[in-house]
């Protein structure tokens, strides 16, 4: 993994969310009072006054007549959050107010604060944008590819904190060992983790990636104190603590992530690129030679994307997705080659030069097409 | 899918012998015209050109760019392309044109022969495609923006330069390690032998045999780069390259009226080469006849494949004379000791009895000639300071057994210029007949 990577799959506008929260607790005036949305929140439902309303500047006057605290978001396309208020109180009123582009959003009322919400589809019309509806398979696989990124950010958190733990205990051999387990989550999803540019430089960054002036912090850092040096100071424990805080920092960023059929396939060749050019060679995890662990997230990262994306590709190219299960099965056939019975892998110091020449076929021979999975999921 | 693009290839030929009587003078794209695919260049003239090159006369004609003016009745000038199309393959008695980009691939272990053959029909019309200076599918700037390309890309703006792409077939294919994985080892010729060992050999693994090979040949060496790099990319997933090799600076010559161009060590080398012109003497010694191994190689050819490190550092420190003896000729002219000029008949017997050029030469040999498309190489550096540099030996025979190796057996054990030389990489390819017209594909004889 490099420290800039400019070709973000993810295509990344975090400017969106930003704008439709700033008006969280803006007092309305009497006209949009007249145009508001009318949110009814109880415990079982969640009625809305209307289901289509005109582009740009939309009020939401929630009512929480509800037993429970709730809170109302609303979500475009694919879960991504546009506006969101929690901390609805029963018997309580609260407003929303966001720029709404034309499309199809949801809005999810959640009883208690937990699960997915109740939910009500709503229109918005007219304006620029309101492009032909998407195909309803691809919206749910993009839906179901954050929540698959958002699983991995959060289990991520607990494994870190333990890796940190380790560290902070000055105990070397158990941090080397749950060294590659705490980045599973991270290169599972690579592409999304890498797209907030400001988090990325911060964990994931190798010696060789900093900028002049950098501080050199996160897995990496410490990865080179515990083999390498093998030792942990005081430095090394404060950094054990800005590894999680900044870990925390993505998985809260999540939601806000630009996600798209195209993104998530071209995020999954991605993923194989980082394997072919950092991982094959050894480049990534040169101390703690644990660059299998990360190569096999990266596939499992990658065959999410492809198996939430298979059926509207294998529709329009049935070569390509027999292809591609060929090519997953022989390189996880591969892999499962070098896993031990605790789960983790080979040293790579340990794989010669020969093995390392077939897994960089084997990689080529998945990416190459994987590389057409865009193609075949475009709306063109 | 398959049909229509090879509709659209034979389109595009027919387009361009149509075009071929019009007038000069007339702009024309030759896919343009054609309906399908794209071009990289925009052909000017015609004037002169209305000739069909190529021994079987079929498919597209030498087109003159913008680069050269056509030379009536000349074969394929430099910038223009040779045909893809005919009874043999090119790239084997074509005029040796001034870069090489060779690669030898390995089939994947989980490809079958159903994916092996998908993939050399999709090599033949990338093949077609890249040797009339066209684009590779939907070529490299258009398609979905969302989506790589289908041609790499740059080669866009440059015309054809003479690109021939030579397919062949390694012993492997047929039987590795005693195992039969594509159903092909009833159809390995015996001529196709694993080559012995030689006296001095150094062989590595890793610049050695190959189940497949391809020899880009061309005027412009981001030509033949891009035809292999385009030809691996396809190819990923069911073969993957093994070793390749660069070279420049062709070391013979098949145009024998031309005077012989220079190897790494300053001499002229192989200067009685077969002429691609002298049928006679390419029938006799180069061409697989009807009858001679399985059917499928009548018309094709034996390729043999060395990798020539040559220690240039020892060569550059040894006196002008001990030079000349090594070759037995001289190094300003190149004329054999005893004679003139450089084509002179040679007289043996005034050279010293290790000679390269005594040893080598068809009168040593019963007679018998290969037809040799050597490059020179330079691959840096070694780890010890010394050039990697030397000849990519390549020679083609109709069969490798009475051709190239009796004549190494004979070198490798008493030529001087085994001091100065290490044979490095070595592989042996049967290369098949050619694609006589759009449809066909390498590879179909053996296969079908």
Redesign the interface.
Known sequence: MSARRSTAAMLLTLAVASAALAGCSQKKDDKASSDAVKVNATDTACEVSKTTFPAGHVVLDIANKGSKTTEVYVYAEGDKIVTERENIGPGTKASITAEIKAGSYEIACKPGMVGDGIRQKITVTGGEGSAAAADPRLTAAVGAYRTYAQEQADATIPAVEAFAAAVKGGDVEKAKSLFAPSRTGWERTEPVAESFGDVDPKTDTREDGLEPGQEWTGWHRLEKSLWADGKIGDEEKRLADQLVADLKDWQKKIPEAEITA?GM??GAKELLDEVATGKVTGEEDRYSHTDLADFAANVEGAKKAYELLKPVAAEKDAELAK?LD??FT?LEGLLAKYKQADASYTSYDKVTEAERKTFS?AV??????L??L??AV?P? | MDAEQEQQDAASDVAADVASDVASDVALDVAGVGGGGFSRRVVIGWAGAGVALGAAGVGSVAAATRRDDPVPGAPAAVGGDVPFYGEHQSGIATPVQDRLHFAAFDVSASATRESLARMLKEWTRAAAAMTGGREVGSGAASGLPEAPPDDTGEALGLPASRLTLTIGFGPTLFDKDGTDRFGLKAKRPEALIDLPRFKGDNLDPQRSGGDLCVQACADDPQVAVHAIRNLARIGMGTVNIRWSQLGFGKTSSTTPDAQTPRNMMGFKDGTRNIAGSDTARLARDVWVAPGEGPEWMTGGSYLVARRIRMHVETWDRTSLKEQEDVFGRTKGEGAAYGRTREHDDPDLAAMPADAHVRLAHPDSNGGRMILRRGFSFTDGTDGLGRLDAGLFFLAYQRDSRTGFVPLQQRLAASDALNEYIQHVGSAHFACPAGIRKPGEWWGQALFG
């Not at chain 1, 080529?364 to 097409?369: H, I």
């Open positions: 195209t396939a071209n292809t060929a090519e022989a076929d080529n021979a998945l990416a190459e097409p590389s057409k865009a193609a475009s063109k």
